[in-house]
C-alpha cells in the first residue's frame, strides 16, 4: 500500500510541475490523472500481491490455509468478505486523493502526505486542509479464540469479548495478530527512486537503521501442558483436537509498538466469572485450581490514556496445591494453601500424596516424604509426585515437607497431620516429621500452610509427632494379628482364654543405634532362636502356644536403656516384671501366655516392680519317679513319670509304693506329693510323703486302691492323675487329687498303676470317671465275650458284642473295665458266600423297615457300609418269610428278633462300639 502511495505522489507531482495548463486542459488532464491513478494503483497492488507484500486478513489466511478441523471451523465467508472491504476501502481512498489535485498541489508535500495515509475514515472536504487537525490513526489488533464444541470463532477487531459465559465452555486456542497503520508515502522511498526527491541527503538514506519490528507475542497455560512456549504475530497458543482447556494467557507488545502503547486483558474463568484486567505480559486466569478460561477480553490502549479498570484479582493461583488419594476414595480434588485434604471422622486412611508450587514467585521447589505401613521411609519425592501407594491398602503414618531453593529463604511450610485415635496434632515446619511412628496409627487428613518468612505462624497447641520409645505387637488364637501397642500398653487378649502365638518388637526412633532382641519358648517346639527389630517371633497357623519369652538391648541404646516386661499367663494373671533378658513365663508347664506389657525406662530412671515370681520352670517326665514291690517278682526298679508300674494279665498283686519328686531349680514349683493305699484285710493307711514307702513289705498284703495328692505351690499348678488296673475288671479311669482309684471290699487285687504330674494348663490323660468301685464284677451269660468286651471302650455308655461264630449279640451297658450285660441274644449271621464283616464300628444311621425283592426287614440300624442290625425277614403282607436264628445265611447283615432289633433301634445310641469277631 505503501509503494501504491509513492506511484500516487509522482504522478501528483507531474500535475503540479504542468499546473499552468487551460482549464479545459486541467479537466481533460484530470479525467485523464484519474484513469491513470486508478489504473497505476490497479497495477501496483497487483505487483505487491505476487511479490507477497500485502499484508491484509486475505493476505495471511492464503499464506498460511488451515487444515482439518481447524480450517472447517474458520468462516471463509466472512474472512474474504473483510478482505475485499479492505481493498475496496484502499481503492476508495486513493481516488480520493487524485481528484482533488488543486488541493493537494497547495498544500505542503509533508502535510499531503500526512493527508494520504489510508485509515482515517474522511474524505478530504472544501477549504484549508492545513487548518483542521488530523485523526490519530491507530493499530489494527485483532484476535479470536477456538472454543470448545464450536471452534474458531470470527476475528474480533480492536477490542471486545471472545469465547462464552454462562455456557460452561472452555477456551482451547488463541490468535492474536496486530496490524500496523500506513504512516505516509515518504516513510518508506520506492526502490529506483532518486532519496533527494524526498528531501533527504541520499548519505542519510544509506545509513538510517532499520526499525525493531512491532509485533505482539502472547503464550497460555494449559492443562496438562502449563505454561506453553510463546507465539507470535498470529500463530496459535494453545491445542485444538484435545479437550484441552485453557487456564491462564498473557499478551506483550513487541518493538516500536510497545513503546506507543499498552495491551490491557482480562479473563473470564470458571466458578470466578470475570477477573480484573491487567497488562502488558502479566498473567491473567487462573492456575493450580484446574478451572478453565471461558472467554477474553482485550484492548490496545495509547500509553498516557485512560486504562480500562476493574476490581479484585486479575489472576488467581494457590501459594501451594496438594492432592490426596484416600481409602475407598481414591485421588480427591486438590486442595490448597490450609485446606485440609483426606478425610476425618470416617476412619479411612490416607494412602498417597502429592504436592507443588504451582507458580511460585521465586527459585525452587517443595519436597516431601511419607512413611508408609510396613515399608518405612519411602524416599523424597517432588513437586507433584507420588509419596505413598496406591493400589496396595497401606498406611500413611508420617510426613515431612521441606522447601528448597529460594523458595526456602522467603518462606516457611508448615503442616499439621490428623492421625487415628489422636486426632489433630500440632504443627511441624520445614522438614520436621508430623504423624506418628511405632503406633501402627493411619495418618486420615492434613492440612499444609506457606507463610511468609516474618509473618504469623498458626498456634502451636500440640505436639506434631508421636512415637513410642518401644512398641509391639501380638498375634493371638482366633484373633491374629492385632494393632501395635507401645510404651506398657497391653498386647494380646485378657479374660478370654486365647493365647499368644506370636509377637514382633521395635524402636521405632529411639535416637539411638541398637536394636531390641527377642525370643519364644513355642508348644512342643522350645526355645527358638533370637529375633530383633520387628521380625517375627513365634508361630502363626500353627495353633501353638507361647509359653515364654526373653528381650534384651543391644548396641548403644543398651547403654541408655533397660527393658522391661511383664506377662499375662494363664490361671495365674499379671507377673511382676522381668528385665534386660530374664524368662518371663513358664516351660514344661503347658501353660500359655495370654498378653504382654513392655516398657523401656532410661538408666536411672523410675523402674517398675521386679519382685515375686516372673518365671516358673516345669516338672520333666525324668522329674518324677515311681516304684514297688510286685508279688512274686520282687522290686520293680524306677519307672519313669506316666508309665505302667506293676503287672497286667498275670494275676499278681502290686503290694507297695514309694514316689520320688525332684526339684532341680528354685523356679520350679515347691511342694510335694502325698500318698495312702488301701491293703486287703488292713484297709487304708495314712498318708506318705514323696520318697516313703507305701504299703505292705513283707509280702502278705496286697494293695487294692490308692490316693495321691499334692501340696503348696505344686497344687498350684498341677493336678496328679493315676488310674489302675484290677482284677477282673482291668483299666479302670482316671483319678486325680486324692480321689480313690481301685476297689474295696470286694478283695480284688491292684495288680499295676499309672501316675502323671499334669499342668492345670494342659488336657487331662482320660475322662475323671468310673475309676473306683466296690461291687463285684458281674460277666452275664457269656464270659469270654464279657472279657473281650472289657478291651475295648465307647463314646457312649453301650457297646454291642457280634460272635460270628457262636452266633450271639450282646449287649453292655458301663464303661471299658467295668462294661455290664444287659442284653445276649442269638442272631443269624451272613452265609459263608456272604459273611459278615469282622471289626471295631460305630452305631451309625438307621429306619423302620426296608425291601429286599418280595420281603422285608424292620427296625434297622447300620454299623458299617450296608451291613445292619434288623429283624428277621417278613413277606410285604405282614406274614413271617424266614425267622430262623442262629444260623449262617443271611447277606451279610445281622438278623435279630423283631423285638430285639426295636430294641436296639430305640436304646443304643449312635456312636456306639460295635466288635465283631469270629
Request: with cysteine.
Amino acid at each position: 500500500m505503501r509503494r501504491l502511495k509513492g506511484v500516487t505522489a509522482i504522478v501528483l507531482s507531474a500535475f503540479l510541475i504542468f499546473g499552468s495548463a487551460g482549464s479545459a486542459l486541467a479537466s481533460e488532464g484530470t479525467e485523464t490523472s484519474a484513469q491513470v491513478t486508478s489504473d497505476t494503483a490497479d497495477n501496483s497492488l497487483e505487483d505487491q500481491t505476487e511479490n507477497g507484500g500485502v499484508t491484509g486478513e486475505k493476505g495471511l489466511e492464503e499464506t498460511a490455509p488451515e487444515t482439518g478441523d481447524e480450517q472447517k471451523e474458520t468462516n471463509p465467508t466472512t474472512d474474504q468478505g473483510e478482505t475485499e472491504k479492505a481493498e475496496s476501502d484502499e481503492t476508495k481512498d486513493s481516488s480520493a486523493e487524485m481528484t482533488n489535485p488543486k488541493d493537494i498541489a497547495t498544500e505542503d508535500p509533508a502535510a499531503g502526505e500526512e493527508t494520504g495515509t489510508e485509515g482515517t475514515g474522511e474524505e478530504t472536504g472544501e477549504g484549508n486542509e492545513q487548518d483542521k487537525p488530523e485523526e490519530e490513526q491507530i493499530p489494527k489488533l485483532s484476535y479470536r479464540v477456538h472454543v470448545q464444541s464450536s471452534g474458531w470463532n470470527n476475528w474480533t477487531e480492536n477490542s471486545g469479548i471472545i469465547g462464552t459465559t454462562g455456557k460452561g465452555k472452555r477456551l482451547e486456542a488463541i490468535q492474536l495478530k496486530v496490524e500496523m497503520p500506513e504512516q505516509g508515502a515518504t516513510e518508506t522511498p520506492v526502490e529506483g527512486r532518486d532519496p533527494g526527491a524526498t528531501g533527504l541527503d541520499a548519505a542519510e538514506v544509506a545509513t538510517e537503521e532499520p526499525e525493531q519490528p512491532a509485533g505482539i507475542e502472547y503464550r497460555v497455560h494449559a492443562q496438562s501442558y502449563g505454561w506453553m512456549d510463546w507465539v507470535k504475530d498470529g500463530a496459535q497458543a494453545g491445542n485444538t483436537g484435545q479437550g484441552k482447556r485453557l487456564e491462564a494467557i498473557q499478551i506483550r507488545l513487541t518493538g516500536s509498538l510497545a513503546d506507543q502503547y499498552d495491551i490491557y486483558y482480562r479473563a473470564h474463568v470458571e466458578s470466578y466469572g470475570w477477573l480484573n484486567w491487567t497488562a502488558n505480559g502479566e498473567k491473567s486466569g487462573s492456575l493450580g485450581y484446574g478451572k478453565r478460561m471461558e472467554a477474553l477480553e482485550i484492548r490496545l490502549v495509547k500509553k498516557g490514556e485512560a486504562a480500562p479498570t476493574g476490581e479484585g484479582d486479575s489472576y488467581k493461583y494457590p501459594d501451594l496445591s496438594y492432592q490426596a488419594h484416600v481409602q475407598s476414595v481414591g485421588w480427591q480434588a486438590e486442595k490448597f494453601n490450609g485446606q485440609t485434604a483426606g478425610v476425618t471422622g470416617q476412619a479411612k486412611r490416607m494412602e498417597a500424596i502429592k504436592i507443588k508450587l504451582p507458580d511460585s514467585e521465586y527459585e525452587g521447589g517443595i519436597e516431601y516424604q511419607t512413611h508408609v505401613q510396613s515399608i518405612g521411609w519411602q524416599g523424597w519425592k517432588k513437586d507433584g509426585q507420588i509419596a505413598g501407594t496406591t493400589g496396595q491398602k497401606k498406611r500413611l503414618e508420617a510426613i515431612q515437607i521441606r522447601l528448597t531453593g529460594e523458595m526456602a529463604n522467603q518462606y516457611d511450610v508448615y503442616y499439621r497431620a490428623h492421625v487415628q485415635s489422636f486426632g489433630w496434632l500440632g504443627w511441624a515446619k520445614n522438614g520436621e516429621e508430623a504423624g506418628t511412628l511405632g503406633y501402627g496409627k493411619r495418618m486420615e487428613a492434613l492440612e499444609i500452610r506457606l507463610i511468609k518468612k516474618g509473618e504469623d505462624a498458626p498456634a502451636q497447641t500440640a505436639e506434631s509427632f508421636k512415637y513410642p520409645l518401644v512398641s509391639y505387637q501380638a498375634h493371638s488364637q482366633s484373633v491374629g494379628w492385632q494393632e501395635i501397642k507401645a510404651d506398657n500398653d497391653i498386647a494380646g487378649v485378657t479374660g478370654k482364654g486365647k493365647r499368644m502365638e506370636a509377637i514382633k518388637i521395635q524402636l521405632p526412633n529411639i535416637g539411638y543405634e541398637g536394636s531390641i532382641e527377642y525370643r519364644t519358648y513355642v508348644q512342643s517346639i522350645g526355645w527358638q532362636g533370637w529375633k530383633k527389630d520387628g521380625q517375627i517371633a513365634g508361630t502363626t497357623n500353627q495353633a501353638k502356644r507361647i509359653e515364654a519369652i526373653e528381650i534384651k538391648l543391644s548396641g548403644e541404646v543398651a547403654e541408655h536403656y533397660d527393658v522391661y516386661y511383664s506377662i499375662h499367663m494363664s490361671k495365674i494373671g499379671w507377673t511382676n516384671y522381668a528385665v534386660n533378658g530374664e524368662t518371663a513365663g513358664s516351660t514344661d508347664l503347658s501353660k500359655r501366655i495370654e498378653a504382654i506389657k513392655i516398657q523401656l525406662v532410661e538408666k536411672g530412671g523410675k523402674a517398675p516392680n521386679t519382685s515375686g515370681t516372673k518365671f516358673i520352670e516345669g516338672y520333666k517326665a525324668s522329674d518324677m519317679y515311681y516304684s514297688g514291690t510286685i508279688q512274686g517278682k520282687g522290686n520293680s526298679g524306677n519307672v519313669q513319670m506316666g508309665g505302667t508300674l506293676g503287672t497286667t494279665g498275670q494275676s499278681k498283686r502290686l503290694e507297695n509304693i514309694t514316689v520320688t519328686l525332684n526339684r532341680r531349680t528354685e523356679a520350679m514349683p515347691s511342694g510335694t506329693i502325698k500318698y495312702a493305699v488301701h491293703l486287703s484285710k488292713t484297709g487304708w493307711t495314712g498318708w506318705s510323703e514323696a520318697g516313703k514307702v507305701s504299703g505292705c513289705t513283707d509280702g502278705s498284703k496286697g494293695i487294692e486302691a490308692v490316693k495321691f495328692s499334692l501340696s503348696g505351690d505344686l497344687s498350684k499348678y498341677y493336678d496328679i492323675y493315676y488310674r489302675t488296673y484290677v482284677q477282673k475288671y482291668g483299666w479302670l479311669g482316671w483319678a486325680k487329687n486324692g480321689q480313690a482309684a481301685g476297689t474295696s471290699k470286694i478283695g480284688y487285687r491292684l495288680e499295676a498303676l499309672q501316675i502323671r504330674l499334669v499342668s492345670k494348663d494342659a488336657s487331662a490323660p482320660g475322662a475323671n470317671r468310673n475309676y473306683y468301685t466296690e461291687q463285684r464284677i458281674v460277666s452275664g451269660p457269656d464270659a469270654g465275650m464279657y472279657a473281650r468286651a472289657n478291651l475295648y471302650s465307647s463314646s457312649t455308655p453301650y457297646i454291642i458284642m457280634v460272635d460270628r461264630g457262636n452266633r450271639k449279640v450282646g449287649v453292655y451297658q458301663g464303661w471299658r473295665g467295668a462294661w455290664k450285660n444287659v442284653k445276649y441274644w442269638s442272631c443269624t449271621v451272613g452265609a459263608p458266600s456272604t459273611p459278615t464283616v469282622s471289626g471295631v464300628f460305630k452305631v451309625g444311621s438307621r429306619g423302620y423297615y426296608f425291601n429286599s425283592g418280595n420281603v422285608r426287614c424292620f427296625w434297622w440300624t447300620q454299623f458299617y457300609g450296608d451291613y445292619l442290625f434288623h429283624s428277621t425277614t417278613y413277606y410285604h403282607n405282614g406274614a413271617v418269610a424266614d425267622s430262623r436264628l442262629g444260623l449262617a445265611l443271611s447277606h451279610g447283615c445281622v438278623r435279630l428278633n423283631i423285638n430285639n432289633a426295636k430294641w436296639i433301634y430305640d436304646t443304643v445310641p449312635t456312636g456306639s462300639t460295635v466288635v465283631v469277631y469270629n
